[in-house]
């Protein structure tokens, strides 16, 4: 995992949209009066879609006053999670998966068709600006591994072909269908090898 | 209560325990590095693993695990000393293992338990994790490599000190111990987390490379630097204190101190009077010797009438002195003596008025409180961390008449004018039934209500009031006033205040401005009123070369506080011992055997020879004051005078907590902090 780089340029000005308040209200909504800091992680998220796919300071602080904790715990969470980004991200943020199953699958290969179209490495940024790729840990697709994830979606079954085919409809702002690259679900290459006899039926499995 | 075995012995504990404090009262040692007995538990360490049956067949962190009936423990079976060795070799992964040049050598806890509990040798060869050090002002020095994430300083920060500017970013690997953004930790308890660090990650800036802990020597006494009287222990290494660290007493200061109290300490080197001086012609001090400086007081003393003569004590003198001067003022006929030299109106019927009734530990029986004209925050930090901790208990209501101020902990700000107080009378204030509802109620009351001209009317108006919502009640007090004067609670207990046709300090002041007075004795004043009395033949006796020795016409050099062995009566009114940890510099001597001196040169010898015979004389004179440590409830009595409250602001005495005696203001340490908390105010503007 890499080290979590925080810009804290203050020159950023964060206030959340009018829409992003209403969506506050019915967030806090779901938590006890008392236990509103609850809400922290899905304002985080909320403010990171309004700040561009990233928090700045002072986003993390208009959150913090949303929910009434200290600038140093609101820190401390979004600096513990992966999904937060404390520093500016490309307009598709690349997560690629490089823990066992993936890496046993060819994650590497992904890598590679990455630097190749590019021409950046995990934790760089592309000349443009526009893509940014990140290493981390397990994203919890290991059945169809390698995966690869464009910001909120799921590409799963790469290699090298197909990480190309896919980077370059980005590059087109045309990104593929999210999913199975090779149009399987969740079961093995060959297709299913149990409860064959079952199949079909309702409650199956 | 529980019972349980550790180490095949049987104990009973009490309901709530854990099993590591099972193990403390068993006798048995459990190495621990995160676990404090004054914070929350956090668990994160591992060092404090047991074995424990029945439960799973591992070893459990015995921090966190509750005791519970019929357990058995063991605490140096093969199955624990192989866990605290595995543990301590993943605590030393990256730890750099410099201790030939850290500052916590030799009382470093990992240093420690790495011997006791640890391998022999490491198996790794890969490289360590590197950490940046971090700014976290100029008192805290940071090497955070050597950080084992015990997360102690963020749970003191939160939690006692109340500021959350600690915390831990990053995860893993990559955690980080760090103030928010880098900036200072904004607490007056700030340094505290230097004794708290484990390891040398967290340690004493000013302190960095001066000393080895095995070069001190450790003298026990007590702190000068507010009315609380903390415990400290100085060290010195010769005639030099080099650092204060905090004692334990669960009845004043727990284990904390405040960062003045810690700091303040650099000042007893600066500005030093080290040998009587004398006024000459041209209007410059010259140095001088003793007989010399004794004569030419005989001289200024002799011509003039005891009634245009008068004495002022200051903030920092101690029992013993105080008391010597009345008596030698007694025996000249002085009536004009005061101790009062901000002004304050009290002190002079019954004790219960100016003392802190409860005790500070009292704070915790309390169910509600009401703190007038006064910021604890500043004018007694680790009294506001007691404050705070019966807040975090719950059900405690708090109310300010007074300063508006970032205190750490919310309350109910019910104004800031003295009318304020009137209308707590009326049932429609909110804060009326609170106290009214509540069983033990606590008014404390700061100098900022009492050190104007109407602060005897205030006083007598809030005993009523006191009176009246049940704050004194049987077998409770709850009327606290908060001293910031160190030296002021004894003073006050020797009576140094004028008789009734003596002059109190503010009309001292006001009178020598008009040149109504000959002669001014000043035992260790320093305020700033002390500029008014250029007229009059002024004597300063005295440690620092402050405010009241650039008026003097001769100079008297004293004692500091560590110099000397004296009694200070803190703000609850319990008298403690200072013990001598150095000697004062050059010439001076401690302040009651100069009087002492004096009072043979002028032929009026007062009746002791030595410290014995003075403080023989003390108990005899004042029995309460030879209970040591011990607090003498004084009988509720009237004190105060009745009258119409009028209209002032309730401002809190104190502005700049960094800087409030002639020590701290000789302090480097102290003008750097002011420095970083006026940097910090530009950038906010």
């Known amino acids: 995992m890499s080290k979590t780089y925080i810009n804290t340029n203050d020159q950023f000005h964060f206030s959340f949209s009018t829409k992003a308040e209403k969506t506050i209200e019915n967030i806090l909504s779901k938590y006890p009066p008392q236990r509103k800091i609850s809400a922290v992680m899905p304002l985080l998220d909320l403010a990171q879609r309004e700040a561009g796919g990233w928090l700045p300071i002072s986003a993390l602080e208009a959150v913090a006053d949303k929910v009434g904790l200290a600038y140093m715990r609101v820190l401390e969470i979004a600096s513990f999670y992966t999904m937060y980004n404390l520093s500016p991200v490309g307009k598709w943020h690349l997560q690629i998966c490089g823990t066992t199953p993936c890496w046993l699958k060819g994650s590497d290969d992904i890598l590679n068709a ?92 | 209560m529980i019972k349980l075995t550790v180490d095949e012995k049987e104990i009973e504990v009490e309901e709530g325990c854990t099993v590591l404090q099972a193990c403390e009262i068993a006798g048995a040692e459990v190495p621990r590095f995160c676990y404090h007995d004054r914070l929350s538990i956090a668990g ?100 955070m490599t050597r950080c084992i994430h015990c997360t102690r300083c963020v749970r003191f920060s939160t939690e006692v000190a109340g500021v959350n500017d600690l915390g831990a970013l990053g995860r893993g690997e990559n955690m980080e111990i760090t103030t928010y953004l880098e900036k200072s930790i904004e607490s007056e308890l700030s340094a505290c987390v230097i004794d708290l660090c484990p390891v040398g990650a967290l340690t004493s800036k000013p302190y960095a490379f001066n000393a080895r802990p095995w070069e001190l020597t450790h003298i026990e006494t007590i702190d000068v630097m507010d009315g609380v009287g903390s415990n400290i222990r100085v060290d010195t290494r010769g005639n030099q204190v080099l650092r204060v660290l905090p004692r334990l007493n669960e009845e004043v200061n727990e284990e904390w101190i405040s960062d003045k109290t810690r ?59 105080v008391f010597s001067l009345k008596l030698l003022l007694n025996k000249l006929g002085v009536e004009n003596l005061d101790c009062r030299i901000d002004g304050a109106e009290i002190g002079q019927d019954g004790r219960s008025g100016y003392i802190f009734n409860s005790g500070i530990s009292g ?28 807040y975090l208990k719950g059900n405690f209501p708090i109310g300010i008449i007074g300063p508006k101020s970032n205190l750490t902990y919310p309350y109910q700000y019910l104004g800031s004018n003295s009318l304020d107080i009137e209308k707590l009378k009326n049932k429609s204030n909110s804060f009326h039934k609170i106290l009214l509802k509540a069983e033990n109620p606590m008014i404390i009351v700061g100098m900022g209500a009492l050190v104007n001209d109407f602060g005897s009317i205030v006083l007598n108006f809030l005993r009523e009031l006191s009176e009246f919502f049940g704050v004194v009640q049987k077998g409770w007090n709850g009327f606290n006033v908060l001293q910031t004067a160190a030296g002021r609670t004894g003073a006050l207990d020797i009576g140094f205040t004028p008789s009734k046709k003596g002059l109190n300090a503010k009309t001292i002041f006001s009178e020598g401005e008009k040149g109504n007075l000959s ?52 703000t609850e009114g319990r ?63 009237k004190f105060g005078t009745k009258g119409k409250l009028k209209s002032f602001e309730l401002n809190s005495t104190i502005n700049n907590f960094y800087m409030t005696c002639s020590i701290s203001r000789s302090s480097e340490t102290m003008a750097m902090c002011v420095d970083q908390l006026n940097r910090k105010k530009l950038v906010a503007e």
């Not at chain 2, 093969?78 to 410099?98: C, S, T, Y």
């Not at chain 2, 004096?598 to 003075?614: A, M, Q, R, T, V």
């Not at chain 2, 004389?617 to 309460?624: C, G, N, Q, R, V």
């Open chain 1, 114 to 205: 990455i630097f190749d179209t590019l021409q950046i490495k995990p934790n760089e940024t592309s000349k443009t600006g526009d893509f940014t790729l990140t290493p981390v840990e397990c994203l919890g697709a290991c059945v169809n591994a390698p995966i690869l994830q464009v910001n909120d979606d799921f590409y799963e079954d790469l290699d090298y072909e197909s990480t190309k085919k896919l980077l370059e409809s980005l590059l087109k702002n045309k990104p593929l269908k999210f999913g199975s690259s090779i149009g399987r679900k969740s079961e093995p290459e060959t297709g299913t090898t149990v409860l064959l006899k079952v199949k079909g039926k309702k409650n199956a499995g």
């Open chain 2, 44 to 143: 994160n360490c591992r060092m404090c693993l047991v074995e424990v049956k029945p439960g799973p067949p591992k070893p459990q962190a015995s921090c966190a695990l509750p005791a519970s009936n019929g357990q058995i423990i063991s605490t140096n079976s093969k199955m624990v000393k192989d866990a605290r060795k595995g543990v301590m070799e993943f605590l030393l992964i990256n730890h750099p293992l410099d201790c030939p040049i850290c500052d916590q050598g030799g009382e470093c806890d990992l240093q420690d338990q790495a011997m006791s509990f640890g391998a022999s040798k490491t198996r790794y060869i890969e490289n360590k994790r590197a950490v940046e050090e971090k700014s976290m002002g100029p008192l805290i020095k940071t090497n």
């Open chain 2, 263 to 321: 700091y303040a300490i650099d000042g007893l080197k600066n500005q030093r009077l080290d040998r009587p001086y004398i006024r000459n012609k041209h209007g410059a001090l010259e140095p001088s010797d003793w007989d010399t400086a004794f004569n030419k007081i005989k001289d200024g003393l002799s011509k003039v009438p005891t009634n245009k003569v008068a004495s002022l004590v200051g903030d920092l003198v101690d029992v013993e002195s």
């Open chain 2, 363 to 390: 704070i915790e029986n309390a169910d509600a409180l009401l703190i007038i004209g006064s910021n604890p925050r500043i004018e007694a930090p680790v009294l506001n961390a007691r404050i705070r901790k019966r």
């Open chain 2, 519 to 570: 002669f001014v004795w000043l035992l260790g004043v320093d305020s700033k009123d002390v500029l008014k009395l250029k007229k009059p033949f002024v004597v300063y006796q005295g440690h620092h070369g402050d405010v009241g020795a650039h008026i003097a016409d001769v100079i008297l050099p004293g004692a500091a506080y560590t110099e000397k062995s004296a009694t200070y009566v803190n």
């Open chain 2, 575 to 637: 008298p403690q011992l200072a013990r001598q940890a150095t000697y004062p510099p050059g010439e001076a001597k401690e302040d009651w055997k100069i009087i002492r001196a004096f009072s043979e040169y002028i032929n009026n010898k007062l009746p002791f020879d030595d410290l014995d015979g003075l403080r023989n004389k003390l108990y005899e004179d004042f029995p309460h004051l030879s209970f040591i440590d011990e607090i003498k409830k004084p009988r509720w009595s």
